[in-house]
């Protein structure tokens, strides 16, 4: 069964940080490229990261590098995205997701995907 479940959203000040987590079904992690993504109020879904299976490659949207890292736990079929010096424009419902090639993967193309968890940043 395909699952993916993202945790750790909450509100915080800017300049603050958060870590988010997403659990993944075996099934759906192994040899996966894991991403994530996001969605504003009112404006459409877009790619924040990636991550290849041996996490030997990464890539980051221009809004978010310098400031946030992905990461993955292939033992455990966890994936985190560590969010500093938050923005009010980051505040958004983080998605975590999953998808067979690197290959286009800095877009919103992806295969499965979790529920979201939300993210407020204040000014």
């Known amino acids: 069964q395909v699952q993916l479940v993202e945790s750790g959203g909450g509100l915080v000040q800017a300049g603050g940080s958060l870590r988010l987590s997403c659990a993944v079904s075996e099934r759906t992690f192994s040899n996966n490229i894991m991403g994530w993504l996001r969605q504003a109020p009112g404006k459409e879904r877009e790619f924040v990261s990636a991550i290849n299976w041996s996490a030997t490659n990464t890539k980051y949207a221009e809004a978010v590098k310098g400031r946030f890292t992905i990461s993955r736990d292939n033992t455990n079929n966890m994936v985190y995205l560590q969010m500093n010096s938050l923005k009010p424009e980051d505040t958004a419902v983080y998605y975590c997701?999953?998808?067979?090639?690197?290959?286009?993967?800095?877009?919103?193309?992806?295969?499965?995907w979790g529920q979201g968890t939300q993210v407020t940043v204040s000014s």
């Open positions: 997701a999953a998808r067979r090639y690197w290959y286009n993967a800095a877009s919103t193309n992806y295969d499965y």
